[in-house]
Nanobody, 119 residues
Framework: QVQLVESGGGSVQAGGSLRLSCAAS?????MGWFRQAPGKEREGVAA???????TYANSGKGRFTISRDNAKNTVYLQMDSLKPEDTASYYC????????????????WGHGTQVTVSS
C-alpha cells in the first residue's frame, strides 16, 4: 500500500502562484493531481509517469506544470496565473498501469490540500 501526503495548498489572489507537493511512501509508476470543487465532480489536472511523460487537462495547460523527483518519490504541481475557478481541494494519486486523467485508474489517494484563489 502506498501512502501519499500532500502539502503546499493555501490562499492566493488571482494571478498568483502556488506549488503543491506530494510525497509517496514507495515506488509509483504514475502520479497524478486531481481537484474537486464544492458541488462538482473530481477532475483530473495533470499526470506524470516515472519516465517523465506528462498529461494535462485543458484547464491547466500553459499555467500548470507537473514534475517529479523519482529519487524522493515526490510529485510537484506548479500552478501559475491562478484563477478563482481553480479553487478546489487538490488530491494526489497514484496509478500502477496507466497514466491519464481518469480517476478510476488510480488506486491510492492522498487526503487533499485546499487551494483558494480570490478575485
Amino acid at each position: 500500500q502506498v501512502q501519499l501526503v500532500e502539502s503546499g495548498g493555501g490562499s492566493v489572489q488571482a494571478g498568483g502562484s502556488l506549488r503543491l507537493s506530494c510525497a509517496a511512501s514507495g515506488y509509483t509508476y504514475c502520479m497524478g493531481w486531481f481537484r474537486q470543487a464544492p458541488g462538482k465532480e473530481r477532475e483530473g489536472v495533470a499526470a506524470i509517469s516515472e519516465y517523465g511523460t506528462t498529461t494535462y487537462a485543458n484547464s491547466g495547460k500553459g499555467r500548470f506544470t507537473i514534475s517529479r523527483d523519482n529519487a524522493k518519490n515526490t510529485v510537484y504541481l506548479q500552478m501559475d496565473s491562478l484563477k478563482p475557478e481553480d479553487t478546489a481541494s487538490y488530491y494526489c494519486a497514484t496509478a500502477q498501469w496507466f497514466c491519464g486523467l481518469v480517476a478510476g485508474q488510480y488506486n491510492y489517494w492522498g487526503h487533499g490540500t485546499q487551494v483558494t484563489v480570490s478575485s
